[in-house]
C-alpha cells in the first residue's frame, strides 16, 4: 500500500530556511511524478510544487517561486523541498503526494513562520 511520510517542518523566522523530505513507499518511486501540497488554516490546499519522474521537470506555484526548489532521489525513494527565504505566509501543513493520484493524503509535517 502507498506510504508518503513527511517531515522536516519547523519554527522559523521569516527569511529562514527548512528542508522538507517525503519518504515513499508501496509503489516504484521512479516511475511517478511527485508533488508538494500545502494547507493554511482556514484554507484549501494548494498545489506548490511538481517534479517529473526523473527530476529533470519542476513547475511552481507562483507564490514560491524562486524561493523553493523541489528535487529527488529515486534510489532513496524520497522527494524534498529546500525552502528558503520563508515568510509568514508560508506558514501551512505540506503534504507530499505523488502526481494525479488519489492517494490518501499523509500526515503532514507543519512549517510556522514567525514575523
Known amino acids: 500500500q502507498v506510504q508518503l511520510v513527511e517531515s522536516g517542518g519547523g519554527l522559523v523566522h521569516t527569511g529562514g530556511s527548512l528542508r522538507l523530505s517525503c519518504a515513499a513507499s508501496g509503489f516504484t518511486f521512479s516511475s511517478h511524478a511527485m508533488s508538494w501540497y500545502r494547507q493554511a488554516p482556514g484554507k484549501e490546499r494548494e498545489l506548490v510544487a511538481y517534479i517529473s519522474t526523473t527530476g529533470i521537470i519542476t513547475n511552481y506555484a507562483d507564490s514560491v517561486k524562486g524561493r523553493f526548489t523541489i528535487s529527488r532521489d529515486n534510489a532513496k525513494k524520497t522527494v524534498f523541498l529546500q525552502m528558503n527565504s520563508l515568510k509568514p505566509e508560508d506558514t501551512a501543513v505540506y503534504y507530499c503526494?505523488?502526481?494525479?493520484?488519489?492517494?490518501?493524503w499523509g500526515q503532514g509535517t507543519q512549517v510556522t513562520v514567525s514575523s
Open positions: 503526494r505523488r502526481w494525479q493520484r488519489a492517494d490518501n
